[in-house]
T-cell receptor
Framework: KAGVTQTPRYLIKTRGQQVTLSCSPI?????VSWYQQTPGQGLQFLFE???????NKGNFPGRFSGRQFSNSRSEMNVSTLELGDSALYLC?????????????FGPGTRLTVL | KQEVTQIPAALSVPEGENLVLNCSFT??????LQWFRQDPGKGLTSLLL?????REQTSGRLNASLDKSSGRSTLYIAASQPGDSATYLC????????????FGEGTQLTVNP
């Protein structure tokens, strides 16, 4: 069974631009969660989608948004990029709701904002 | 504030040593606790998931225990190898955070040949 995949793996953007990251969960998994990882803040929860509905949202500004499609694939969008958005963005999938089921992570997308 | 903490932040041991990594949490009603491994610049690899009804889980040289009453989990690594060098993170869905995982800051392990 294929693992969680994320595209692109690396991304370089400039301040003010927007970016879209993609995550394909393990086949059959209905929950996708997104996390931001930085050296200073560690792993911070962004949001969770389950069956196309946002179930939970972390403490991030509205510039961060996401969605989930009927095939459970998820996208995350960041608008008006800031230097502080440079981070490793990780997505995780689980068969059921995150937190109640084992989560499996993708390799991450490394975003650099210049 | 509900949180997850890990001690020590870093650990360096010689190859072959048995070691214990600690994870503390403030929510005694956690549903489960998961241990992950992260290599530099990479994603997280799930190591063990312990359900609240379980006391421990084992996978190869790894053994994780869970004591909800004391708010502690430990990850025991037997006969450590240089390939075990990585950052180890524990995470749990805490009561006030809904279903999302709250992560500890991790323990950076170095196993020296």
């Amino acid at each position: 069974k294929a693992g969680v995949t994320q595209t692109p793996r690396y991304l370089i953007k400039t301040r003010g631009q927007q970016v879209t990251l993609s995550c394909s969960p393990i086949s059959g998994h209905r929950s996708v969660s997104w996390y931001q990882q930085t050296p200073g803040q560690g792993l911070q929860f962004l949001f969770e989608y389950f069956s196309e509905t946002q179930r939970n949202k972390g403490n991030f500004p509205g510039r961060f948004s996401g969605r989930q499609f009927s095939n459970s694939r998820s996208e995350m969008n960041v608008s008006t990029l800031e230097l502080g958005d440079s981070a490793l963005y990780l997505c995780a999938s689980s068969a059921g709701l995150a937190g109640y089921n084992e989560q499996f992570f993708g390799p991450g997308t490394r975003l650099t904002v210049l | 504030k509900q949180e997850v903490t890990q001690i020590p932040a870093a650990l360096s041991v010689p190859e072959g040593e048995n070691l214990v990594l600690n994870c503390s949490f403030t929510d005694s009603a956690i549903y489960n606790l998961q241990w992950f491994r992260q290599d530099p610049g990479k994603g997280l690899t799930s190591l063990l998931l312990i359900q609240s009804s379980q006391r421990e889980q084992t996978s190869g040289r790894l053994n994780a225990s869970l004591d909800k009453s004391s708010g502690r989990s430990t990850l025991y690594i037997a006969a450590s190898q240089p390939g075990d060098s990585a950052t180890y993170l524990c995470a749990a869905p805490l009561e006030t955070s809904g279903s999302r995982l709250t992560f500890g800051e991790g323990t950076q392990l170095t196993v020296n040949p």
